[in-house]
Each structure stands twice: as structure tokens, then as C-alpha cells.
């Protein structure tokens, strides 16, 4: 194996984030026993995750905390922020959105329902044709070797018409 492109198909990332399915992990897991580089390479990722996360982390204004917990214990209406303009709720939309949702669960519902009965008549006409073919087969068989016995008699009375 080719540990290096297997450290490169990002599945060190895969598996550090918890986002590798049960085999992979499973996997990961067996082949760092036999090398030592997917550990490294693995407590690299953790460290260089770790930096990105520092460094990007957003620092919070000293006080902050306290005066939003002050504003709302006191109630203070004076520290909230207030929405500019006339807030405006989009009840429609929402009505719409959620007609439109029941719709399409309907339809799920009526897809699913319809395609399981489809599914059992679908068998039951396939099993139906292949005992139909089967006993059409069968009565063949037994026609050709009615025919064939057939022909050996006349085969048989031909000889001892001859002699």
C-alpha cells in the first residue's frame, strides 16, 4: 500500500473531524499500528487544526457578557438593541412554505404507498408467467416425447415390414 496516497486522500481529516464511516475508522485504525507515519501524520493535522482554531477565533469585547445578563435581569428596554423600521413577519410565506411541505410529504407518502402495491402485483404477474411458461415447457417436453416414441414405433414397424 502506498501509505503516502493514502495519507493524502484526506482521510487523516476524515477521520480526526468523526466524520469516517465505521470501516474507515476501523481501517485508519489497523493500518496505524503497521505505520507510524499516518500517527504523525495524524497529530500534525490535530496541531495544525488546533492553530487554525486559535487563530481564527473570534475574541468577545470585555463587558459584553455582563451588559446583555444586566439588560435582561433589569429589563432595561433602554441597552436592547432595537430593530430599525416596522419589523415585518413573513406569515405568508411561511403558510406557503408549509402547504408546500404537506404537498410534497403527501406525495412521498402516495410514491411509496403506490410503489409497494405496484411492487407485489409486478411479482405476482412474474411468477404467474414463469409457472405459465414452465407448464407450457413441461406439456412441450411431454408432446416431443410422445412424438419421438411415436416415431420409433413407425421406425420399428418399417423394419419388420422390410424383412
Known amino acids: 500500500m ?9 482521510i487523516i481529516a476524515t477521520y480526526v473531524l ?3 464511516s465505521e470501516a474507515e475508522e476501523k481501517e485508519f485504525e ?5 505505520y507510524p507515519e499516518l500517527i504523525e501524520a495524524k497529530k500534525l493535522f490535530e496541531l495544525s487544526l488546533e492553530k487554525q482554531i486559535i487563530e481564527e477565533a473570534v475574541v468577545i469585547p470585555e463587558g459584553l ?20 423600521g416596522k419589523l415585518k413577519m413573513p406569515f405568508r410565506k411561511i403558510r406557503i412554505c408549509k402547504m408546500a411541505a404537506t404537498a410534497c410529504f403527501l406525495l ?14 409486478y411479482y405476482k404477474l412474474k411468477r404467474e408467467t ?8 413441461v406439456a412441450a417436453a411431454i408432446m416431443f416425447q410422445q412424438i419421438q416414441h411415436s416415431h420409433h414405433l413407425r ?3 418399417m423394419i419388420l415390414k422390410m424383412h
Open 155 to 157: 421406425h420399428k414397424l
Open 18 to 20: 468523526g466524520l469516517a
Open 130 to 137: 414463469i409457472n405459465g411458461l414452465y407448464s407450457h415447457l
Open 30 to 34: 489497523q493500518l496505524s499500528e503497521q
Open 108 to 121: 412521498l407518502l402516495t410514491s411509496i404507498y403506490c410503489t409497494f402495491r405496484y411492487r407485489e402485483k
Open 2 to 10: 502506498d501509505i503516502k496516497e493514502y495519507i493524502n486522500s484526506g
Open 65 to 84: 457578557k455582563d451588559k446583555i445578563l444586566g439588560s435582561v435581569l433589569n429589563n432595561d428596554q433602554n441597552n436592547l438593541i432595537q430593530p430599525k
